[in-house]
């Protein structure tokens, strides 16, 4: 081979090698959850890889610990996840950022008692079997109405299990309640009754959100990939917010939802109504992410955390939870 040749194969060579980089570079694997929400509409249409020019592998993970699980192993870059989950990680040590809040405590999550349980009331949980998908928000805010009711885990047996389980469980009459989201939420409604919801346990003191949240390193990397994702999960908000009929039991939309994570449109559309959503520039303020240690995330986490702690699920609390919040994907989305 010539000087010449030589030259021109180490510069392909070079070439490709730097093509392959790229293109690993703009691939990410995304962990979602079974939540009725707008933007699971740009995830089931191919919309997020649109506009982030990226190729993203979605995963269906059953519950925040799970993905957290991922996250730490580096088999998952993105995810959406629980506020309680998300306190417990991150004063386990592991680096992520909170750059989109999907939703605050709303009617969308709910502990719900079996008909012939002989639970009518709040009053009526002592003795009882309830559960909740492990160190969620639910699982989270079960322990605390629980605290707030004055009983403890030695009147009221709890059971952290995965919502699949939960379903099962309650249909065989084995628990006696279940704090769950939708899907499960639907499931355990038909032969049950709403007892108290998310946005009423947060009313007392308990406040979750969840968010889409980051690897550190990712964050760091890629913030233009956050801020594009951003974007396709406000425009879908906006959608729903503007035109409440395009997202109706008869829309596209709902039978969309409930093609790519279960149950019916009739179903998904009536779960998107008890959401509570935050438009872009509520979420950059400093009520939410745009406050440093005082923001409304981060105090959430700090509170968290401290609950968990007092109940023996974590070791620590961090002085400060603000290095794991940023406003400034969403902050572009309002620019």
């Given at each position: 081979?010539?000087?010449?040749?030589?030259?021109?194969?180490?510069?392909?060579?070079?070439?490709?090698?730097?093509?392959?980089?790229?293109?690993?570079?703009?691939?990410?694997?995304?962990?979602?959850?079974?939540?009725?929400?707008?933007?699971?509409?740009?995830?089931?249409?191919?919309?997020?890889?649109?506009?982030?020019?990226?190729?993203?592998?979605?995963?269906?993970?059953?519950?925040?610990?799970?993905?957290?699980?991922?996250?730490a192993s580096?088999?998952?870059?993105?995810?959406?996840?629980?506020?309680?989950?998300?306190?417990?990680?991150?004063?386990?040590?592991?680096?992520?950022?909170?750059?989109?809040?999907?939703?605050?405590?709303?009617?969308?999550?709910?502990?719900?008692?079996?008909?012939?349980?002989?639970?009518?009331?709040?009053?009526?949980?002592?003795?009882?079997?309830?559960?909740?998908?492990?160190?969620?928000?639910?699982?989270?805010?079960?322990?605390?109405?629980?605290?707030?009711?004055?009983?403890?885990?030695?009147?009221?047996?709890?059971?952290?299990?995965?919502?699949?389980?939960?379903?099962?469980?309650?249909?065989?009459?084995?628990?006696?309640?279940?704090?769950?989201?939708?899907?499960?939420?639907?499931?355990?409604?038909?032969?049950?009754?709403?007892?108290?919801?998310?946005?009423?346990?947060?009313?007392?003191?308990?406040?979750?959100?969840?968010?889409?949240?980051?690897?550190?390193?990712?964050?760091?990397?890629?913030?233009?990939?956050?801020?594009?994702?951003?974007?396709?999960?406000?425009?879908?908000?906006?959608?729903?917010?503007?035109?409440?009929?395009?997202?109706?039991?008869?829309?596209?939309?709902?039978?969309?939802?409930?093609?790519?994570?279960?149950?019916?449109?009739?179903?998904?559309?009536?779960?998107?109504?008890?959401?509570?959503?935050?438009?872009?520039?509520?979420?950059?303020?400093?009520?939410?992410?745009?406050?440093?240690?005082?923001?409304?995330?981060?105090?959430?986490?700090k509170d968290?955390?401290q609950f968990?702690?007092?109940?023996?699920?974590?070791?620590?609390?961090?002085?400060?939870?603000?290095?794991?919040?940023?406003?400034?994907?969403?902050?572009?989305?309002?620019?």
């Amino acid at each position: 081979m010539t000087k010449a040749k030589m030259l021109l194969a180490a510069i392909a060579g070079s070439v490709a090698l730097m093509g392959a980089a790229h293109a690993a570079d703009k691939h990410v694997t995304v962990a979602y959850q079974t939540d009725a929400l707008p933007s699971s509409v740009a995830i089931a249409n191919g919309e997020f890889a649109r506009a982030t020019g990226y190729e993203i592998d979605f995963r269906k993970f059953d519950s925040g610990a799970e993905i957290f699980a991922a996250i730490a192993s580096g088999d998952v870059q993105v995810g959406y996840v629980g506020s309680s989950p998300f306190a417990a990680a991150t004063s386990r040590g592991l680096d992520v950022k909170a750059f989109q809040l999907a939703s605050i405590s709303g009617t969308d999550e709910a502990l719900v008692a079996r008909n012939g349980s002989g639970i009518e009331s709040l009053n009526d949980l002592k003795g009882k079997k309830l559960a909740a998908a492990p160190v969620s928000t639910d699982h989270y805010q079960l322990l605390a109405l629980i605290k707030s009711l004055g009983l403890s885990e030695k009147d009221v047996e709890v059971f952290a299990i995965p919502q699949p389980e939960i379903v099962a469980a309650f249909n065989r009459g084995d628990i006696d309640g279940g704090f769950v989201w939708d899907p499960a939420l639907t499931e355990l409604k038909k032969t049950g009754k709403t007892l108290i919801t998310s946005k009423e346990v947060a009313e007392r003191g308990s406040p979750t959100f969840s968010a889409w949240v980051a690897a550190g390193s990712f964050a760091s990397e890629h913030p233009d990939f956050l801020k594009s994702f951003a974007g396709v999960v406000n425009k879908e908000y906006a959608s729903f917010a503007a035109d409440p009929a395009a997202w109706g039991p008869d829309s596209e939309n709902a039978k969309v939802l409930a093609k790519f994570i279960g149950g019916s449109p009739e179903q998904q559309a009536a779960a998107l109504k008890n959401l509570n959503l935050l438009k872009p520039a509520d979420q950059a303020s400093a009520a939410w992410l745009g406050g440093g240690e005082q923001s409304g995330a981060a105090k959430i986490l700090k509170d968290t955390a401290q609950f968990l702690k007092d109940q023996g699920k974590v070791s620590r609390v961090l002085d400060s939870y603000a290095a794991f919040v940023t406003p400034d994907a969403v902050a572009a989305v309002t620019n």
